[in-house]
């Protein structure tokens, strides 16, 4: 059976969706068309290319996260230049190792560009700075002169990516000069409201796969210090929209995956965490999956 299927951004986090996906499929549901936000835009568009939750499981315990890392050389002083990269470049890593990595795997399935894949089977969540708005790509980019079916999928995944001050911002050359271009969270992290939408029937089910605890259930934030305080704010930040959309009838449709203990951004992760995290994802969709009605 198939079903559209929206997943959440998390960061490091996202090995779970991984493993929930293996409960899906084990369960004999197909993604037609998917959707994400920053991390789970990764996932995504591996499931777009058509590699099985197996495969994906196999491609990141080969992986080595810290070569994600791409910080820029410099004769400084580490301190100082870290300060200076989040000054001048607003980041402290490139990116560009993160996008070479997702170029390599999609070209592996023959995928390169969003005119490979068949029209909106795969949409992922940016966040357009300089105009202050939300990107859904490819949808948006005749608004800024750029051909949907031409521009690199692999590219819109790492705009979607773009953490603030950790990954340096994508910039596109649009009608008005150069666009700064971030993490898609910063303005929906979970857009399932792109399949879900109220008074239109669906196409077809809908599941969405949330790395949170369930809205009634989030933990109180504790914010002792400047660094709990960031991430406090953009917790919230990246929360508050979909928080709105999510009501008791999409809430059916969602398998909430909290993932205590980890953070966004660590991407020193021992193999026994990655592991943990894959298995905490089929365990909470395995118990979602015995009861969801489709």
């Not at 929206?6 to 197909?30: D, H, T």
């Not at 303005?187 to 809908?206: A, H, I, Y």
């Not at 953070?263 to 965490?273: I, Q, R, V």
Request: overall charge positive.
């Amino acid at each position: 059976m198939y079903i559209d299927g929206v997943f959440s951004g998390g960061g490091i986090k996202a090995f779970s969706l991984i493993g929930a996906c293996q409960a899906v499929e084990e369960k004999g549901l197909r993604f037609k068309r998917v959707a994400g936000t920053s991390a789970g835009s990764i996932v995504a568009a591996l499931i777009a290319a058509g590699y099985t939750s197996n495969e994906m499981a196999e491609l990141v315990d080969e992986l080595d996260l810290k070569s994600f890392l791409d910080s820029r050389n410099t004769f400084l002083p580490s301190g100082l230049a870290k300060w200076l990269f989040i000054y001048w470049r607003l980041g402290l890593y490139k990116g560009k190792e993160l996008e070479r990595w997702i170029e390599e795997k999609l070209s592996a399935k023959g995928l390169r560009r969003f005119g490979d894949l068949p029209p909106e089977s795969l949409r992922v969540i940016a966040s357009d700075l300089t105009n202050g708005t939300m990107m859904v790509l490819p949808d948006d980019l005749p608004k800024y002169g750029i051909n949907p079916q031409t521009f690199p999928i692999a590219k819109a995944i790492r705009m979607s990516c773009s953490l603030p001050f950790f990954f340096e911002p994508v910039k596109i050359k649009d009608y008005q000069g150069a666009t700064v271009i971030v993490d898609g969270g910063v303005l929906s992290n979970f857009p399932m409201w792109l399949f879900d939408k109220e008074n239109v029937k669906k196409v077809r089910p809908v599941l969405g796969l949330k790395l949170s605890h369930h809205l009634s259930e989030h933990p109180r934030h504790k914010i002792n210090n400047a660094i709990h305080m960031f991430e406090a704010l953009f917790e919230t930040m990246k929360d508050a929209h979909d928080a709105r959309y999510i009501s008791r009838k999409h809430e059916r449709n969602i398998i909430f995956i909290p993932t205590d203990g980890i953070m966004t951004t660590e991407f020193e992760l021992t193999e026994e965490k990655k592991q943990a995290l894959i298995q905490v994802g089929r365990d909470y969709a395995n118990r979602f999956l015995k009861s969801w009605g489709y």
